[in-house]
């Protein structure tokens, strides 16, 4: 439709002799005084008016928000651009390719279905770390990577031709959010409309959580489902609620002994304690300027962590000078500049601007730290992390808690009920509490817990294994190798390390996946990269790697002593995730940790480990040697970045970032409007979402005679939902492959097979680590499958499969804090092609119960103050949900009845509340989703 402009706010900007058309915030009264983040979305609105979806109302709803009410107001966010990783976005193409064939069935031009917004993939979630310690790693790393993915890669490549604005970024270039940083990222858009050349704030939404990592360059953007990515690719808004802002105040400068990590894991921790989920957080005061682009970005790309939406800075004199560094033209540059101050846009600290509600944080008071050993938000403090590694210990072995007037005559298993032990869908902080009241009683500081095995390794190597052992040492992951004052600091702590004759212990796998090719050109400068080589830490590709659960496996014998021993060893990674079972099956306890850390505790070798009075080794004259003798100086670490770094760099590596290498480039490339499956492949499939779609949609219907599928404690997140990492020849997914010819040796992950929905079916729910309370004592994707006689125990698909054969709806229950983690689509996919019709939860996270919508699955969740447990639930229940049928009515209900039937004894009834919280979400579910409601509209055209 057409601008209708009812505020006048068309203009034009002139900059250095170009015009742009804009549409001007100070039209409307009320716009000065916002947050920067909402004067983004202001502007959004005021293009993409049309008097019908966007109207002068919601402009003027905007403008004179309310920083201390509750967000009701409903408004359509139309993102400048997509952005995707080849995890989640693989999904999105298959999706659009057949969008494609069903628009051909409807009688439609399939090729109708293209991006409307420029669309990018970078393809970083696909290395393994196969190869390690040795020259050598990198490139076989990457042979491996083109044998396990050839199909996906020709499909990729066919996507990139048969859509128009869609480009590719091939594997081995970098991490996504640090190329979308460095390249990608225009801060402000530049696109033709109608013959003129218009310019308007860069926004993007994307298909990992970790999007907001481009807050930190002033960009508005978040992650979100691959369903609703698809929809933004074609010119759907995303429906959103004006949110609350959370003001968050910086000043003084970090300490010398403190990194930018240790910054970001403590606002994790603050904000995390504070409450954000849902709201945006904007950073403001006179401390800002002294924040560098790198650490902004860090702190950004955290935001999925502390539970935000967003985490925006606003553009300043240090957001310009990111962009002259990294070789963006002078004229987007100068182009930035104005339109951010003539929008006010610009950071000027004397402005007041109205906030929701207030956080500070003195940089100065800020200490090295640690995450761990299951969450981001769980900071320790360097100093403590020995005596509480200890305490966490005893959640792993279970082991009881000696004290000087003797043994406390419980386990933690026994002090806990079933309901609340520590387990993997225990409540974190409600385990903690406990373990530590345990503590208090005994009066004494944790003793370790030991379990030491010998391991002789093929090549010579011998040493003892024990609980706590760093099995896994890896500088990885957006987060932190986009910064190069943590890098730089790595790599002189590894130099100096060197220098002292330190070693790292020969158990510990090391690595180094930088996020851009732009880290390997500042290493080699600086002359630093044998040093850290010395050490094992050698480049072993340029991908997400070991924060994705891409860690590779273990030595053989070293996994074989964990399993046996059934030790709880270590990962320490300078990533952003560290949720139980996502790093690799061996381990346990994972820890985030600056990467001059993650060498540290490569050198230390265990957890155990305090820095302080420990040393990690000796010098030639016996001298005992600690890690305050070894670690970086922070102004020799800026000397040799302003030296190593330079504008050309960004230019080389950037130039030909979407041409590839000579594998990429030989693939052959299918061509043809729609894509031509191959009823082989066993790695992309054509979905079953559009399989008897009629052209108009059929009523919506209320559930009946449903079983519970799982019943899950607090905090299970997607990792636990979604398949992701390695998979066993008897999981159901293994089954599938072995009879499709595929050998063992070439499963390959969950993520590389997310273009297969019946890999990908198989694999939700299956992670190792979740408990369903159906069952005592069992860790996995199992079930109970009350279709068959005794409800006999069985995995959750072929559970599933059974339900589904008998015409039986299934629902899950969970906790707190439910779908919380990435945003990952298949979390949301593979739980509605499993059946379930509705999740009943105490709480969600924002992103997975917008995703459960778009898969036609409803989001329910129980009254304030109740739970499973306080109404009796045990889950054995048949379900009866009644109400839904009020959305054929075109209006949403607020409750619905749900009513819960025990085989023997009364129903259970209470009203659950719909969290179907715009008319757009609304209007997706009675669709049967958002795929479907969006193909209508095209046919419909």
């Known amino acids: 439709m057409t601008n209708v402009d009812s505020f006048g706010s068309k203009g034009v900007l002139n900059v250095g002799g170009n015009?742009?058309?804009?549409?001007?915030?100070?039209?409307?009264?009320?716009?000065?005084?916002?947050?920067?983040?909402?004067?983004?979305?202001?502007?959004?609105?005021?293009?993409?008016?049309?008097?019908?979806?966007?109207?002068?109302?919601?402009?003027?709803?905007?403008?004179?928000?309310?920083?201390?009410?509750?967000?009701?107001?409903?408004?359509?966010?139309?993102?400048?651009?997509?952005?995707?990783?080849?995890?989640?976005?693989?999904?999105?193409?298959?999706?659009?390719?057949?969008?494609?064939?069903?628009?051909?069935?409807?009688?439609?031009?399939?090729?109708?279905?293209?991006?409307?917004?420029?669309?990018?993939?970078?393809?970083?979630?696909?290395?393994?770390?196969?190869?390690?310690?040795?020259?050598?790693?990198?490139?076989?790393?990457?042979?491996?990577?083109?044998?396990?993915?050839?199909?996906?890669?020709?499909f990729l490549r066919w996507g990139q031709t048969a859509f128009d604005d869609f480009k590719v970024v091939p594997p081995g270039m970098g991490i996504v959010h640090q190329v979308n940083i460095e390249y990608l990222a225009r801060t402000v858009m530049t696109?033709?409309?109608?013959?003129?050349?218009?310019?308007?704030?860069?926004?993007?939404?994307?298909?990992?959580?970790?999007?907001?990592?481009?807050?930190?360059?002033?960009?508005?953007?978040?992650?979100?489902?691959?369903?609703?990515?698809?929809?933004?690719?074609?010119?759907?808004?995303?429906?959103?609620?004006?949110?609350?802002?959370?003001?968050?105040?910086?000043?003084?400068?970090?300490?010398?002994?403190?990194t930018a990590t240790d910054v970001v894991l403590t606002i994790t921790e603050m904000l995390r304690k504070h409450g954000v989920v849902g709201k945006f957080v904007e950073f403001y005061g006179e401390g800002v300027g002294a924040v560098p682009l790198a650490n902004r970005a860090t702190i950004g790309n955290m935001s999925p962590e502390f539970g935000s939406t967003a985490a925006m800075f606003p553009i300043d004199d240090v957001t310009l000078d990111y962009l002259r560094l990294t070789g963006r033209s002078a004229e987007s540059v100068d182009l930035v500049e104005a339109y951010a101050k003539e929008q006010g846009l610009w950071h000027d600290p004397s402005v007041e601007i109205q906030y929701s509600e207030y956080l500070e944080l003195d940089l100065s008071t800020v200490v090295s730290s640690i995450a761990g050993p299951k969450r981001p938000q769980d900071r320790v403090e360097l100093t403590n992390?020995?005596?509480?590694?200890?305490?966490?210990?005893?959640?792993?072995?279970?082991?009881?808690?000696?004290?000087?007037?003797?043994?406390?005559?419980?386990?933690?298993?026994?002090?806990?009920?079933?309901?609340?032990?520590?387990?993997?869908?225990?409540?974190?902080?409600?385990?903690?509490?406990?373990?530590?009241?345990?503590?208090?009683?005994?009066?004494?500081?944790?003793?370790?817990?030991?379990?030491?095995?010998?391991?002789?390794?093929?090549?010579?190597?011998?040493?003892?294994?024990?609980?706590?052992?760093?099995?896994?040492?890896?500088?990885?992951?957006?987060?932190?190798?986009?910064?190069?004052?943590?890098?730089?600091?790595?790599?002189?702590?590894?130099?100096?390390?060197?220098?002292?004759?330190?070693?790292?212990?020969?158990?510990?796998?090391t690595s180094i996946a930088p996020g851009s090719k732009v880290v390997t050109d500042y290493y080699e400068k600086s002359g630093l990269i044998p040093y850290l080589e010395k050490l094992g830490f050698f480049v072993v590709g340029y991908g997400c790697a070991t924060c994705i659960g891409n860690s590779g496996p273990l030595e053989e014998e070293i996994s074989t002593a964990i399993q046996e021993a059934d030790l709880a060893v270590t990962a320490v990674l300078s990533g952003n995730r560290n949720f139980e079972?996502?790093?690799?099956?061996?381990?346990?306890?994972?820890?985030?940790?600056?990467?001059?850390?993650?060498?540290?505790?490569?050198?230390?070798?265990?957890?155990?480990?305090?820095?302080?009075?420990?040393?990690?080794?000796?010098?030639?004259?016996?001298?005992?040697?600690?890690?305050?003798?070894?670690?970086?100086?922070?102004?020799?670490?800026q000397e040799i970045i302003d030296a190593s770094i330079n504008k050309e760099m960004f230019s080389n590596s950037y130039d030909t970032i979407f041409e590839g290498d000579d594998r990429w480039k030989s693939l052959p490339t299918p061509e043809g409007a729609t894509f031509e499956w191959d009823t082989e492949s066993t790695y992309v499939r054509k979905p079953p979402y559009f399989e008897g779609m009629k052209a108009q949609p059929e009523p919506v219907t209320d559930i009946e005679g449903a079983r519970v599928l799982l019943k899950l404690g607090d905090s299970v997140t997607t990792d636990h939902i979604s398949p992701a990492g390695s998979f066993k020849s008897d999981t159901p997914a293994g089954r599938y492959l072995l009879e499709h010819g595929v050998e063992r040796k070439d499963f390959n992950s969950y993520g590389s097979r997310r273009g297969n929905h019946e890999v990908m079916i198989r694999g939700t729910f299956a992670n190792i680590r979740i408990k369903n309370q159906l069952l005592d004592g069992v860790e996995g994707g199992f079930t109970r499958d009350f279709s068959q006689a005794d409800a006999p125990q069985a995995a959750v698909y072929d559970a599933s499969v059974n339900y589904q054969a008998a015409g039986i709806p299934l629902v899950v229950l969970a906790g707190k804090e439910y779908g919380s983690g990435s945003s990952r689509d298949w979390a949301a996919k593979g739980t509605a092609l499993l059946g379930v019709k509705a999740v009943i939860a105490e709480s969600y996270e924002r992103i997975h119960r917008s995703n459960l919508i778009g898969m036609g699955v409803l989001p329910l969740q129980y009254p304030a103050g109740v739970n499973a447990e306080s109404l009796g639930l045990t889950g054995t229940e048949t379900f009866a949900v009644s109400g839904v049928t009020e959305l054929n009515n075109g209006t949403t209900p607020k409750t619905v009845t749900v009513t819960a039937t025990p085989e023997n004894g009364e129903a259970i009834t209470f009203d659950a509340v719909l969290r179907i919280d715009t008319p757009g979400e609304a209007d997706y579910y009675r669709n049967g989703g958002i795929l479907q409601y969006v193909l209508r509209q095209i046919t419909a055209k």
């Open 19 to 154: 015009e742009y058309e804009i549409f001007r915030l100070n039209s409307v009264e009320g716009a000065k005084s916002l947050p920067f983040s909402l004067k983004v979305l202001l502007e959004n609105l005021l293009r993409t008016e049309d008097g019908a979806n966007i109207t002068a109302d919601h402009v003027r709803a905007l403008a004179q928000w309310d920083a201390n009410a509750e967000p009701s107001t409903e408004i359509q966010f139309t993102p400048a651009r997509v952005i995707m990783q080849d995890f989640t976005g693989v999904p999105c193409i298959v999706d659009l390719a057949t969008m494609r064939e069903a628009v051909a069935e409807l009688g439609g031009d399939p090729k109708r279905v293209n991006p409307l917004a420029p669309a990018e993939m970078v393809i970083d979630h696909s290395v393994q770390i196969d190869a390690f310690g040795n020259s050598g790693a990198l490139e076989r790393n990457m042979e491996i990577e083109y044998q396990r993915n050839g199909e996906r890669y020709q």
């Open 191 to 258: 696109r033709e409309v109608d013959g003129v050349l218009r310019a308007y704030p860069d926004t993007c939404v994307g298909t990992d959580s970790h999007t907001t990592m481009v807050n930190g360059l002033g960009v508005l953007g978040w992650g979100v489902g691959g369903i609703e990515a698809e929809a933004a690719m074609l010119g759907q808004p995303v429906s959103m609620l004006i949110p609350r802002v959370v003001g968050f105040k910086l000043t003084g400068e970090i300490p010398a002994g403190a």
């Open 385 to 509: 992390a020995k005596e509480q590694f200890r305490k966490d210990l005893k959640n792993y072995v279970h082991e009881t808690v000696e004290a000087e007037s003797g043994t406390v005559d419980e386990t933690l298993e026994e002090t806990f009920p079933a309901s609340d032990a520590p387990s993997f869908n225990a409540n974190a902080t409600q385990v903690e509490d406990r373990e530590h009241d345990l503590v208090e009683k005994a009066d004494a500081p944790a003793e370790r817990s030991t379990n030491s095995v010998p391991v002789t390794m093929a090549d010579g190597r011998s040493f003892e294994l024990d609980h706590g052992a760093v099995s896994i040492a890896s500088i990885t992951s957006c987060t932190n190798t986009s910064n190069p004052s943590v890098m730089m600091a790595a790599a002189v702590l590894a130099r100096n390390a060197v220098e002292k004759g330190l070693v790292t212990q020969p158990w510990v796998k």
């Open 581 to 637: 079972g996502r790093i690799n099956p061996d381990v346990k306890m994972n820890y985030l940790a600056s990467p001059p850390l993650v060498v540290a505790y490569a050198l230390a070798g265990t957890m155990d480990f305090d820095f302080e009075n420990d040393p990690l080794g000796q010098d030639e004259a016996g001298n005992d040697i600690f890690l305050k003798d070894i670690w970086p100086n922070p102004v020799e670490v």
